[in-house]
């Protein structure tokens, strides 16, 4: 009796082993492809987007430059806040320039600088923001344009981005 017992613990083990293994090789599911491009944002549409993230930048006392290009790239909008630092107008374009021309949020790319690696080819990549705070703007699952905000740390920049997006609807 012991020896089945034994038998039969070991053809459980073997089993749950056998099933973790075959599981763990399973490949991570493909990430979903990046929204098709639209029809460009119009200049009201841009002016929600603009509003909400003014508004978020004001309640938090950031001085920012807000930029809002069209799905082409074209720039639409831009802002510079008082006291909001000069610099911070080209990079506020760069960040939504990426985010259009890649049709990803900028934070994409700073995550994988951060890894390292073949990673740090994207340092190579014309017009590839690897800042935080460059968001596409997505309109009935269709790319129109993207923000980008600069002034403040990368964090709360996509945070004025994301209520610029979260006004237009």
Do not use: H
């Not at 020896?3 to 053809?11: H, P």
């Not at 720039?75 to 760069?94: C, N, W």
């Not at 340092?123 to 993207?146: M, Q, R, T």
Request: net charge positive; hydrophobic share 45%.
């Amino acid at each position: 009796m012991r020896i089945e017992r034994l038998l039969s613990l070991m053809f459980g083990t073997a089993l749950v082993l056998a099933a973790s293994c075959a599981s763990a090789q399973q490949p991570a599911a493909p990430p979903p492809p990046p929204p098709l491009y639209g029809t460009p944002i119009s200049l009201e549409q841009a002016k929600k987007v603009m509003a909400g993230a003014e508004a978020e930048a004001k309640k938090n006392n950031w001085n920012v430059v807000i930029a809002v290009l069209d799905s082409g790239g074209n720039l639409v909008m831009l802002q510079r806040m008082d006291g909001a630092q000069f610099g911070s107008v080209e990079v506020a374009k760069e960040k939504a320039y990426s985010a259009v021309a890649f049709r990803r949020p900028t934070k994409a790319f700073e995550d994988a600088l951060g890894q390292g690696g073949v990673n740090l080819r994207i340092l190579k990549l014309p017009g590839a923001s690897p800042l935080e705070g460059g968001l596409p703007i997505v309109v009935d699952g269709k790319l129109v344009g993207g923000v980008g905000v600069s002034g403040v740390l990368a964090t709360q920049d996509a945070q004025i981005g994301r209520a610029g997006i979260e006004n237009l609807k």
